[in-house]
């Protein structure tokens, strides 16, 4: 976060973004910051922005009106702006910060802004260690689909729903919340405690694990900084409403002094919603007070989809869609990019086809819930995952977790790990090489093979009738899908 003056600092979480205001973003190109642009202009603010360099985003954002530089920063932001928002990726010595900074500005975090754009907004925050993306594009479509024109912002693109952002009608159209202001969705992320700055109105906590051990240091402080989230919902009788896992989201420590309406969902017979998810056919219900409200089947695979499917459709009923018309809806969700996305097949040497996925995941949990899932639905012969694991201090810390993880697949491919946010000391402290010898340990078949194109070339040659592959991690580990894909055989 930038470095601010005692008057920057005075008063930040209350400055108005209101209609007029002349607002720069830098970092605007991010999936953050452009939805945050785009919601801004919905709400009449005059936005310019800056980025280092020219993608399709930029592109959009400048046919949408907003005024770019694109490349490297000179320090000169417009003469009549108000506030500077910066990305979470903006050092506090960029040259327009430092140019914000000594005109007296005030500065505010994409976090601070989203925030104070909730204000004004029927606010729901989806949270978790895990499914932040999936649930809120889940949400989204869902209630798109049942005519309440939600806007959004989600870290991840759903071509479904129109993308990564939208801006949705001023006021709720129908239902219970007719005519108060319109449904805001966005993803309430952990790092850093930036999810504190959040002002929901409605709440989802799906999960909590131990992550982002570089800024929390424990399980116990994550536990209490989503606790600290949770408090910030309004009481009962203001409509604060958190929903949150019956298990797996240390619930017992969490919602026993909120002041908001609490309820649960799980698979646990005594949750509040009780989920029921078949494996074989992909079909979710769920109960409430043990008599049925609904059910539906899942496009995406796995136990897990299954609880991201069930707390987007309680959250869409409790902002006013019908039981059957959110079931409906979700039944229909296709899927968003990098969440156990099907590629396609592609022909291997030996005359037959392998069929090959792209996800995100880069949690332990994640990829053993996801190759569990996608073993199950496909009935490969062989499981290839090529896994590029994502920060060191991630790697290192869970570095036990991440070689039990890999149980369904029958080969493990490791590239280097990327390399983000870490200090070079902490580079030095555990290599991929590290990971592969755990999971020779446990007795899986796991190779180092430092570069994409060597990993591009080795699946080409290897890869046999009947294999499932599948690449995992947050980095650019997805070109190595998409080469393999256009190769021949």
């Known amino acids: 976060m930038p470095a601010l003056t005692a008057a920057q600092?005075?008063?930040?979480?209350?400055?108005?973004?209101?209609?007029?205001?002349?607002?720069?973003l830098v970092g605007i190109g991010g999936c953050g910051m452009s939805g945050l642009a785009r919601m801004l202009v919905a709400r009449e603010c005059i936005c310019t922005g800056s980025d280092q360099a020219p993608t399709d985003v930029t592109k959009a954002l400048a046919a949408d009106g907003i005024?770019?530089?694109?490349?490297?920063?000179?320090g000169s932001i417009p003469d009549d702006t108000e506030v500077l928002?910066?990305?979470?990726?903006?050092?506090?010595?960029?040259?327009?910060?430092?140019?914000?900074?000594?005109?007296?500005?005030?500065?505010?975090?994409?976090?601070e802004a989203l925030g104070q754009l909730q204000r004004h907004h029927l606010s729901i925050a989806i949270s978790g260690t895990h499914?932040?993306?999936?649930?809120?594009?889940?949400?989204?479509?869902?209630?798109?689909?049942?005519?309440?024109?939600?806007?959004?912002?989600?870290?991840a693109t759903c071509d479904q729903i129109g993308g990564g952002s939208r801006a949705g009608a001023a006021t709720v159209p129908h239902g219970p919340h007719e005519g108060e202001p319109g449904i805001l969705v966005c993803e309430a992320c952990e790092f850093n405690r930036s999810f504190h700055h959040h002002r929901p109105d409605l709440a989802l906590i799906n999960n909590i694990e131990e992550d982002h051990l570089d800024i929390y240091g424990s399980l116990e402080a994550i536990i209490e900084a989503f606790g600290e989230f949770a408090s910030l919902l309004p009481p009962v009788e203001d409509g604060g409403s958190l929903l949150i896992a019956h298990s797996g989201a240390r619930r017992q420590a969490i919602t026993p002094s909120l002041p908001c309406h609490?309820?649960?969902?799980?698979?646990?017979?005594?949750?509040?919603?009780?989920?029921?998810?078949?494996?074989?056919?992909?079909?979710?219900?769920i109960l409430r007070e043990g008599m049925w409200v609904t059910q539906w089947t899942n496009q995406m695979a796995g136990g897990h989809n299954a609880l991201n499917a069930a707390a987007a459709v309680i959250l869409a009923h409790q902002l006013g869609a019908e039981w059957e018309d959110a079931s409906n809806a979700m039944a229909t969700f296709n899927g968003l990019d990098r969440r156990m996305q099907r590629l396609g097949e592609r022909s291997t040497r030996d005359g037959g086809?392998?069929?090959?996925?792209?996800d995100y995941g880069h949690h332990p949990t994640e990829i053993e819930q996801t190759l569990k899932a996608l073993k199950l639905a496909e009935k490969p012969d062989r499981l290839i995952c090529v896994f590029q694991p994502h920060q060191h201090s991630r790697t290192r810390f869970l570095l036990d977790?991440?070689?039990e993880s890999f149980a369904s697949a029958d080969e493990v491919i490791v590239p280097r790990i990327y390399f983000v946010r870490d200090s070079l000391a902490e580079k030095q402290r555990v290599s991929a090489v590290d990971l592969v010898e755990k999971l020779d340990e446990r007795g899986v078949l796991a190779k180092h093979i430092p570069e994409f194109e060597d990993i591009t070339e080795y699946l080409s040659a290897e890869c046999q009738d009947g294999d499932l592959v599948v690449i995992m991690g947050a980095g650019p580990v997805w070109t190595i899908g998409r080469d393999y894909m256009a190769g021949d055989a």
Do not use: W
């Not at 005024?67 to 000179?74: C, E």
């Not at 949400?139 to 870290?155: A, M, V």
């Open 353 to 358: 086809t392998a069929v090959v996925y792209d």
């Open 131 to 155: 499914g932040k993306s999936t649930t809120a594009s889940m949400l989204c479509h869902i209630l798109i689909e049942c005519g309440l024109d939600p806007s959004f912002i989600i870290g």
């Open 9 to 24: 600092e005075t008063g930040r979480e209350d400055i108005d973004l209101r209609p007029g205001r002349r607002l720069h």
């Open 262 to 285: 609490v309820s649960t969902f799980g698979f646990h017979p005594e949750a509040d919603y009780q989920i029921v998810y078949d494996a074989n056919v992909l079909r979710v219900g």
């Open 401 to 403: 977790h991440f070689a």
């Open 67 to 74: 005024s770019l530089h694109l490349g490297q920063p000179t």
């Open 85 to 111: 928002i910066a990305s979470a990726a903006i050092p506090e010595d960029h040259p327009e910060v430092s140019t914000a900074r000594s005109r007296g500005l005030p500065i505010l975090t994409y976090a």
